[in-house]
């Protein structure tokens, strides 16, 4: 079966620190790798999507960055948190080109200060 | 990019149906109706999804209109535990499988 994890579950960090989040999935290969922000009592927003090693899409300008080493990895970073950052980080995944289901992970809690 | 409209919220008592509906009315001939719910501090949970007829899962019903334009997910016999906020999303691109999440439904079930 597949799973997705995501780390760390929690996370406090001061303003200008830098940021990485990791996401991995098992169980699949090949899916397409999504990450979203949901800032308190809003929606989610995606923020990146890959169909592949290497591929990243940007969805929204901002200054926070995505990368995809491997083929079931997906990374969050920022070089310089802001305070609005903050926020619930969700990866999902998707079987490729038959992904009617979107799996998401249990998710990370971002906090700046 | 097709838009959805969904009420902001709705309250429904344990044990009657729940009928959460949707606009879509820009959606496109080959544009699927999907629908997820996410749970206070969790990841969204898919629940269903159709293109034009009516479907049925262990979950929920959902039926969309002919004209497509709009469509209802219905819970048939509530429950505490589905408390949650409901999303209708129209799915952007097949390659991608982008999903654009709109602010949703919170539905509160109340004894």
């Known amino acids: ?113 | 990019d097709a838009k959805t409209t969904q009420p902001p919220s709705m309250d429904c008592a344990e044990g009657r149906a729940a009928n959460l509906p949707c606009n879509h009315s820009t959606i496109s001939g080959n544009e699927y109706v999907y629908w997820y719910r996410q749970i206070h501090s969790q990841g969204p949970q898919y629940i269903i999804h159709g293109l034009k007829n009516n479907e049925t899962n262990e979950m929920a019903s959902l039926i969309i209109t002919e004209d497509r334009k709009s469509s209802t997910l219905i819970l048939p016999h509530a429950t505490l535990r589905d408390t949650a906020v409901y999303y209708c999303i129209v799915r952007v691109e097949y390659n991608t499988d982008k999903l654009i999440f709109g602010t949703g439904t919170r539905l509160q079930v109340f004894p």
């Not at chain 1, 303003?15 to 308190?40: D, I, K």
């Not at chain 1, 290497?54 to 948190?81: C, W």
């Open chain 1, 1 to 113: 079966s597949q799973t997705i994890h995501q780390w760390p579950a929690t996370l406090v960090q001061p303003v200008g620190s830098p940021l990485s989040l990791e996401c991995t999935v098992e169980g699949t290969s090949n899916p397409n790798l999504y990450w979203y922000r949901q800032a308190a009592g809003r929606g989610l927003q995606l923020l990146f999507y890959s169909v592949g090693i290497g591929q990243i899409s940007s969805e929204v300008p901002q200054n926070l960055s995505a990368s995809r080493p491997q083929d079931r990895q997906f990374i969050l970073s920022s070089k310089k948190l802001l305070l609005s950052d903050s926020g619930f980080y969700l990866c999902a995944w998707t079987r490729t080109r038959a992904g009617y289901e979107q799996f998401f992970g249990p998710g990370t809690r971002l906090t700046v200060l």
